[in-house]
């Protein structure tokens, strides 16, 4: 068998891994003398390596961030030095959603609560965990579409089985009447089962009079902080800075 014909047959083996980078290893392989224990062991890495890639950006995708390029190393603390970075870094290992506990992050808009939230959310991918991620306003409005088309049951069981839900911005746009009982339920539904992340630009307190119905708030509320780490984020706002530090050239001109 040559190559050519030992390539096709690695691909229809579903071996692209080794198939990619065979020819180089072999010329590794006959220049570094390799044993053939290390040759073999050499490609089998070249092929798990591939499959934790694909893996993982077939997971991003499926997880729908918003911004998925965001990671903690892009995260500037010294912004805010009084977050708790201990608790941010903690939450990145992924061990909350291994023991089933919900996140809550809070603060002021600007302040970061997104770009945590997706890079705890990618930090969980790379642990091998799913995720899916929803602004809030969308949730609600893909759960309102599956309503319509008699799907709603289907919606609701494919999000309870989801290791990790984010669901990001509640509080920032207006949400329909049905939100509150309709986040109730999911919450329910996922509640000491799976993990489900959550970030809010308003306080806890105001959340009956933001989704108008304080029972169903509470009740949300009474499952959520159950077994919840509440991160606190700002409070100042990078996007006020940015508008400040613009302003400020301007007037400079």
Not at 16 to 35: F, H, N, P, Y
Not at 56 to 82: E, H, M, S, V, Y
Not at 126 to 139: C, K, N, P, T, W
Request: charged fraction near 30%; aromatic fraction near 6%; glycine fraction near 6%.
């Amino acid at each position: 068998m040559n190559l050519t014909e030992l390539d096709h047959a690695l691909r229809k083996l579903r071996l692209s891994g080794i198939a990619d980078v065979l020819e180089t290893r072999l010329r590794q392989a006959q220049t570094d003398k390799l044993a053939p224990i290390d040759l073999v062991s050499t490609l089998v890495s070249d092929e798990l390596l591939r499959r934790q890639d694909r893996l993982f950006a077939r997971r991003i995708k499926l997880a729908a961030f918003r911004d998925p390029d965001r990671a903690l190393d892009g995260f500037d603390f010294d912004f805010n030095k009084k977050m708790n970075r201990a608790l941010i870094y903690d939450l990145t290992t992924a061990r909350f959603v291994g023991q089933r506990e919900d996140v809550l992050l809070l603060g002021p808009p600007g302040t970061g609560k997104s770009h945590l939230a997706q890079a705890i959310g990618r930090a969980a991918i790379q642990q091998g965990h799913r995720v899916v991620y929803r602004e809030a306003h969308i949730l609600i409005e893909e759960l309102a579409d599956a309503t319509l088309d008699g799907t709603r049951k289907q919606y609701f069981d494919d999000l309870a089985a989801v290791p990790l839900l984010i669901v990001d911005d509640l509080g920032m746009r207006k949400l329909p009447h049905t939100a509150a009982e309709d986040l109730l339920e999911l919450i329910m539904r996922r509640y000491e089962r799976a993990s489900t992340l959550l970030t809010s630009n308003r306080p806890v307190d105001d959340w009956g009079k933001v989704l108008g119905d304080t029972a169903a708030v509470t009740a949300l509320l009474d499952r959520l902080l159950h077994h919840a780490h509440v991160l606190k984020c700002g409070p100042r706002s990078w996007r006020t800075k940015i508008h400040t530090d613009l302003r400020q050239e301007e007037q400079a001109k």
